[in-house]
């Protein structure tokens, strides 16, 4: 058997099996989350004119001013201002031609059909020139950039209500063992509740075009290759169990039997040992450890990598943060240990229970703090790598 091989060494060679997927055409308010494969380039020029960025009056040289209009939201001046003229603007609304200055209304004073400054009123500085945010034609948006909430506005103030981006990879989930049973109020003293898919398809929520949910397949290599055969042309297949070394674990022969090329099989990681990539034809298969901790974070560790890589970003794997350790912690083995923790914003502890199977810590924890191979015990006030995770839990 061979030696489990490094974390990073394991997550690029699961990455260099697969590359972005090609593209599609997305309305942007369906695209949040979504890589862009070809830049968003402005169709309009934003601000498309001068504004006023304040209440008050658009003034044309030195007061007192007479008052001749107004310019409001969507509704511009038509004229245009001479020398001791001004209009009542409103924040947004067009400047007219002429205006020099905006006096803004805690500055003023109003006398009749007259305008009295009380303050100096400064140039442009309530001014929004014409085109500074951008202009038409400029790329607002590179090709890779993710689409958030403020990507979604700006393409939409562009002009563009599509946007050409990344298609999403199609994954197949499967668990198995004899012990799951689908319905949880079925399970009695030897059986226990199916939790691995319905946890990775959370993880995976909004990352996939289409979750394929297979299982729970009984220990057999029959029904075990009947599962990959019905994951059909999905472009990942993920198999929770089986995994190990045990007679019942049969994913590396159902895999072998297939003709599935193996790509690593167990990395010095904990929880998540023994993890195994193959390529099944087209598809990437990931084998997860079944202790649904182990599923957890290997699934953060190579599935979401996996998927951001596949659906266009250019920096897949998840980056991690410094917190101060609040308690210390003891010497770690010869795995690189990613502990379920509570941080604070601040302060990080480990959780009490880091058992592979306990799901209740894993739901009470929102970080992992990472753990070098080897390493000495930490005191408490040291600065350590961690991993916020989207777990529920603390906000
Ligand atoms: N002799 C050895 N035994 C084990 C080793 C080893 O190196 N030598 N590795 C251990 C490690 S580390 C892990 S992790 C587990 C992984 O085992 P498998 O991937 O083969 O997983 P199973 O044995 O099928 O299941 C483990 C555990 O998880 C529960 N499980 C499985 N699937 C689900 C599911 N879909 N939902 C909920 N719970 C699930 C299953 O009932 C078991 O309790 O192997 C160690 N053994
Ligand atoms: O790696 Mo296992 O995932 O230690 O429990």
């Known amino acids: 058997m061979t030696r489990p091989i490094a974390l990073s060494e394991a997550q690029q060679q699961l990455l260099n099996l697969a590359t972005p997927l090609g593209s599609e055409t997305v309305a942007v308010d369906s695209a949040l989350g979504r890589y862009l494969r070809e830049p968003v380039v402005a169709r309009r020029t934003q601000p498309p004119a001068d504004l006023s960025s304040m209440d008050g009056y658009a003034t044309c040289g030195d007061g007192p001013w007479s008052l001749i209009g107004e310019s409001r939201g969507g509704n511009p001046f038509p004229g245009q201002l001479d020398a001791g003229q001004a209009i009542r603007i409103s924040t947004g609304a067009v400047m007219p031609d002429g205006a020099d200055t905006v006096l803004i209304q805690e500055h003023a004073k109003i006398d009749g059909n007259q305008l009295n400054q009380t303050a100096q009123s400064s140039g442009r500085t309530y001014v929004r020139s014409k085109g500074f945010d951008f202009a038409a034609t400029e790329h607002v948006l590179g090709a ?7 990507q979604v506005a700006l393409a939409l103030s562009a002009g563009c209500s599509t946007v050409t981006a990344h298609r999403l990879p199609q994954l197949a989930l499967i668990e198995g063992g004899d012990e799951l049973v689908s319905d949880p109020a079925l399970a009695d003293t030897h059986h226990i509740p199916a939790t691995n898919n319905a946890m990775l398809a959370a993880m995976t929520h909004g990352m996939t075009c289409d979750t394929r949910m297979i299982g729970p397949v009984t220990d057999s290599l029959d029904a075990l290759t009947s599962a990959f055969k019905s994951a059909g042309d ?8 089986g995994a190990s070394v045990g007679d019942h674990d049969l994913v590396l022969p159902a895999l072998e039997s297939l003709g599935a090329e193996i790509t690593f099989w167990r990395v010095a990681l904990k929880p998540g040992k023994p993890l195994l990539v193959a390529k099944l034809g087209h598809q990437v298969v990931l084998g997860l450890p079944g202790n649904p901790v182990s599923s ?35 010497a770690n083995g010869s795995r690189r240990q990613f502990l379920r923790a509570v941080w604070d914003g601040t302060h990080v502890a480990a959780v009490d229970e880091q058992d592979s199977s306990a799901l209740r810590a894993l739901a009470s924890a929102n970080a992992f703090i990472e753990r070098p191979e080897n390493c000495a015990g930490t005191e408490a006030g040291t600065f350590v790598p961690i991993y916020p995770l989207k777990n529920g839990g603390i906000a």
């Open 296 to 330: 957890f974070t290997t699934a953060f560790l190579f599935l979401l990598p996996l998927l951001r890589h596949m659906a266009g970003a250019p920096f897949a794997l998840p980056r991690s943060t410094t917190a101060q350790l609040s308690q210390p912690l003891p």
């Open 144 to 150: 890779g950039d993710q689409i958030g909430p403020a």
């Open 234 to 241: 999905t472009d990942i297949i993920v198999t929770s169990g």
